[in-house]
């Protein structure tokens, strides 16, 4: 998944996908150039199998393809979606920090809304063990304070070190990433499509057609977004 002969600094983005859109571009390029990534991996989660989920993992996958294929530094991992048993973070950053020692970087980007749910993530304490954490906030999200209490109380081993920027003990460190709004959603994208109605300027023209093709979302979603497993 991350070639040897890449940089050191190695982001992660995971999420369901389902489907990537210009809300995701938008975070991995300010990710991309405020932590100049030498490599950006989209890491699409599973989806548990007892759960209805509006399109499989091949799709969510291909639609990532089509979307990262024209910048050299992105790429797409089956790595989480693939592993037997839940896609746990801590397991996949556990496997990367055995594989790359500290030769890598590694830089875990979320939404506000993920981190706000954080302690809900399997071993969520151990992350900053071997990743960095950015946070990725948008106007419209919960507030900057409320936020900052969640570091204090998710992450008190944490040392403030600038305004939004906490360093661990490890020598990782939780920022935060403040990122224009751009107004769209896979929930949004998926009705739009069912209803039959334009998709353009919410997602990549290559991913439109791939959904035109293999005619996904053809039926409306019976309750907003998939359902997920803690990460
Ligand atoms: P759904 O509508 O199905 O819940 P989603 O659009 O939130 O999906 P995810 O794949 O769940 O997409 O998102 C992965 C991460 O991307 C999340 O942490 C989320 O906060 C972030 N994200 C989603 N949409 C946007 C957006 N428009 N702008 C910035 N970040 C976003």
Redesign the pocket.
């Known amino acids: 998944m991350v070639p040897d002969s890449t940089g050191r600094r190695i982001g992660l983005?995971?999420?369901?996908?389902?489907p990537?859109?210009?809300?995701?571009l938008?975070?991995a390029e300010a990710a991309a150039a405020a932590l100049a990534l030498d490599l950006l991996i989209f890491m699409?989660a599973a989806i548990p199998p007892h759960k209805d989920s509006p399109s499989s993992l091949d799709h969510r996958l291909a639609m990532l393809r089509l979307a990262v294929a024209d910048n050299p530094l992105y790429t797409v991992s089956d790595l989480e979606a693939r592993r037997a048993g839940p896609s746990y973070t801590v397991v996949t950053l556990t496997e990367l920090r055995r594989q790359f020692g500290r030769e890598k970087d590694f830089f875990f980007i979320?939404?506000?809304?993920?981190f706000a749910e954080i302690s809900t993530w399997k071993e969520y304490d151990r992350l900053l063990d071997y990743a960095s954490l950015v946070v990725?906030h948008?106007p419209a999200e919960a507030a900057m304070a409320e936020l900052e209490e969640g570091v204090r109380r998710f992450f008190p081993q944490l040392a403030r070190e600038g305004a939004e920027v906490w360093r661990h003990p490890s020598g990782n460190r939780l920022l935060f990433l403040h990122?224009p709004?751009?107004?769209?959603?896979?929930?949004?994208?998926?009705k739009l499509a069912a209803a039959g109605d334009s998709l353009a300027g919410m997602i990549p023209a290559a991913v439109i057609r791939y959904i035109h093709d293999h005619r996904l979302y053809r039926t409306a979603p019976s309750s907003?977004?998939?359902a997920?497993q803690n990460r």
Do not use: C, I, Q, Y
């Not at 983005?13 to 389902?18: A, L, P, R, V």
């Not at 990537?20 to 995701?24: A, E, R």
């Open positions: 983005f995971g999420g369901t996908f389902d990537v859109h210009n809300g995701h938008a975070v699409p979320m939404g506000a809304d993920a990725a948008r990122l709004p751009v107004p769209v959603s896979s929930t949004e994208v998926r907003g977004a998939p997920r």
